[in-house]
C-alpha cells in the first residue's frame, strides 16, 4: 500500500514538473512564407505587439513577467540574390511600470526558392542568432532554425515553419533544442486582403515534451491588406489554449519594402557607347 502511494506520488511529481524552455517568441510575432526581397531591395517593417492578460507568476528568473508589456521590434532586411535575404532585429520594452527598455538583437539569414522555382510551392530555412539581456530571456545567447514550406494559389496560402530553437548558454543549452512549431492558413479576397488563422506553439525540450499544460499553444485570428504593392499589413488577436500560455495578446506588422527597378533595355545606339 506505501509503495502504490509512494509511486503515485512520484509520477504525479513529474507530471506536475516542467523543465524551463526558451518561450514563444514575444517580440517577433509572424510566419514566414518562404518569400525574400528581391536582389538589391532594401526592406523595413514594425513589429508591434501588447501582451493584454499575461502571465504573472515568473517561471525563470532573473526573466520577467511578459504580462501587459508592449514589444517594438524593428526589422531590417535585404535581398542579396534571388534566393537569399539578410534580415536582423532590434528589439524594445514597455514595462507595465513604465519603463522603456532594450531588449535584444537578432541577425538572420533566410534562404528560399527562387520566385520561378514552382507555381505554387516555395521551400525555405531562415538560420538565426540572437543575443537578449537576461530580463527577456535567462540564457541570453540563442539561435533559431526555422524550415519553411508554404503552398498558395489564387484564393489560399498554406504555410508551416517547424522550428528548432536551442539556447547556447546557461541551463537552456542543457536542456537541448526545443520544438516550437508555426503555422497559417489564410483566404484570399482576390489582390485586397487575406483573412485567417496563424497557430504558434512550444511543445518544451526534443529530449522529452513537458507537460501539456506548462506548454504554449495561441491561436491569432489575422487579417493582412494585400491591395498596396511592396506593402505590408498585417494585424491579430490571439488566445492562449494552456496554462503554460499568455491569454491574450494583439499584434500588429507594418512594413514595406523598396524594389529596385529592372534596368530598361540599352537601345543600339547605348549598346555601341557602353561596349
Known sequence: MHRRVLALWLVSSLLLWATPSRAVDPFEIQVYDGTANAPGSPGLEQHLNYVASGRRQVTDPPELSSAHQTHWTLEPSFGVLPFWELGGYFQTSLRPDGTFDYAGVKVRSKFVTPPSWDEHVRLG????????????????????????????????????????????????????PTFQPATMALYKVGTVASFGLEYYGNFGPLSGF??????????YEVANLLAISHFELNAGVGEGLTDGSNALVVKLIVGYVWEREPAAPMGPSEAMHAK
Open 210 to 219: 513537458v507537460p501539456l499544460r506548462s506548454q504554449e499553444h495561441y491561436i
Open 125 to 176: 530555412v531562415n538560420l538565426e542568432l540572437s543575443l537578449l539581456p537576461e530580463h527577456y530571456d535567462r540564457d541570453r545567447w540563442a539561435t533559431e532554425i526555422r524550415p519553411i514550406v508554404a503552398w498558395e494559389n489564387a484564393s489560399w496560402l498554406f504555410v508551416a515553419n517547424p522550428i528548432i530553437d536551442m539556447s547556447l548558454a546557461g541551463g537552456g543549452w542543457s536542456d537541448g
